[in-house]
């Protein structure tokens, strides 16, 4: 096997990001072969999928030597580390400011607007919702679950399976499954939803701002921010129909962005893969086509609408991922946990044989405030997973002074320097799909 094999569906939140990061790889001949990207159909996840990594959570990879990847952060750092000529993160020596603000996007967009983007989905698949969706949500899920039905059968394999794993029709009763189960466990409630509209209301405006001055969010080529920003906004925000639309509507650079980072071809949505020309003598004489000369802005440059962007996952999300942290940290150094046990696994809803811990006030659920209201929320093991990831990025970067300084803007932008310190005493540990705790 010469090309990593890619297990997705078009739907997924997270193969979207992964599909972008891997076809602009490709695209600037750092994967020599390519790669396919398969159709995870339910026997390839009962057969293959299942046993190589303990879960059925997409996307899933494996490299042409035969290491079997499960999680985006993990695809992109093994695809990086082998392919390290045309890096998708500025260097933490030469552009200190740019490479942490790229990981500091891709936490916000991984683990912050995955509530805002299931809502969206999910809401106007509801029963009586106008406008609705849910025939295309029907559709594509039943093309992933039935590939080889036909058309109207499809369909109807993914009607029945809404029914039957998520109880569609019955979303708003005491007792929901599925995504809206999920969405409740990730603290989105009555009381707080509109609050979390407005995040997404404000996330989006500013996005839409930066674009007006550059076509990806560090100038003019994508880097790890724009491909984790594909997640939400492919698959929910521009590919899902309703709120698709309403991107389209009012948020018109932005549905050009998605074109341009996904580069399916669209030259008028002046992707990295394209040249625009004049003509001079008779000859055509190319350029970039892109913002800023088609590259990462010169200087470590952090412009002021990214600045903005930034802003949120200071405001809205370090205050969760530090009391989640906080949290988790208890449980593994109390009585109820063995070092070196089971974790909770990434997840939209609660991991099985965790439900009592991350539900109904369990020792990994939290308080949280978004918009002046307190809520409850379950304690994703995962985003700790990431910011153990993120600590030698932060040390590297927050080696210099332009970075420090720079982390003065944001309120309590500082305590990301004591990631050692909020962890103490344990590391987490993926094995595949699952984590573990570990002595450290």
């Known amino acids: 096997m010469t090309k990593y094999k890619l297990f997705t569906v078009e739907h997924s939140y ?5 599909k972008a990061y891997l076809r602009w790889k490709h695209y600037h001949g750092a994967l020599a072969d390519g790669y396919e990207n398969i159709l995870a159909a339910p026997e390839l996840l009962e057969k293959l999928i299942m046993p190589k990594s303990g879960v059925p959570s997409l996307p899933q990879m494996e490299a042409p030597d035969g290491t079997w990847i499960q999680d985006t952060s993990a695809i992109f750092d093994y695809v990086e580390a082998a392919h390290p000529d045309v890096p998708a993160v500025p260097s933490p020596s030469q552009a200190p400011r740019q490479c942490l603000a790229s990981y500091l996007i891709e936490l916000l967009a991984d683990e912050w607007l995955i509530v805002s983007a299931c809502r969206q989905r999910w809401h106007y698949s509801r029963a009586g919702v106008e406008p609705s969706h849910l025939a295309f949500n029907e559709q594509q899920w039943g093309a992933w679950l039935a590939p080889d039905a036909k058309g109207h059968e499809r369909r109807m394999a993914g009607a029945g399976f809404f029914e039957a794993s998520f109880a569609i029709s019955q979303a708003d009763s005491d007792t929901p499954k599925g995504p809206f189960e999920g969405l409740g466990q990730l603290g989105l409630t009555q009381a707080n939803e509109a609050a979390w509209l407005a995040s997404l209301e404000n996330i989006m405006q500013l996005l839409e701002s930066h674009l007006a001055q550059h076509d990806y969010l560090l100038g003019g080529q994508p880097s790890l921010g724009d491909f984790a920003l594909m997640g939400p906004f492919y698959a929910h925000f521009y590919r899902d129909a309703a709120p698709g639309f309403d991107l389209r509507q009012r948020f018109p650079l932005i549905a050009e962005w998605v074109e341009r980072t996904n580069n399916h071809d669209n030259v008028n949505a002046r992707s990295y893969a394209q040249s625009l020309y004049s003509v001079e003598d008779g000859d055509l004489v190319a350029r970039p086509a892109t913002s800023d000369g088609g590259a990462w802005l010169p200087n470590d440059t952090i412009p002021d609408t990214l600045q903005a962007l930034i802003g949120v996952f200071f405001d809205e999300m370090w205050p969760v ?15 109820a946990h063995q070092m070196g046990d089971e974790l909770p696994r990434k997840s939209f809803t609660a991991s099985p044989g965790f439900e009592a811990l991350q539900t109904n006030g369990g020792a990994l659920t939290h ?51 004591t990631l050692d310190e909020m962890m103490a005493g344990y590391e987490i540990e993926k094995r595949g799909g699952k984590l573990f705790s570990s002595a450290r």
Do not use: E
């Not at 530090?322 to 009585?335: G, I, N, R, W």
């Open 367 to 417: 308080d949280f405030t978004l918009g002046g209201i307190t809520a409850r929320r379950m304690v994703v093991v995962n985003q700790m997973w990431m910011l153990q990831r993120l600590r030698p990025i932060v040390a590297a970067c927050a080696a210099h002074a332009s970075v420090r300084q720079w982390l003065q803007s944001y309120a309590d932008a500082d305590s990301l320097l």
């Open 14 to 18: 997270f193969s979207g990001k992964i």
């Open 321 to 335: 991922l530090k009391t989640a942290t906080a949290h988790l940290s208890a449980f593994v150094h109390s009585d």
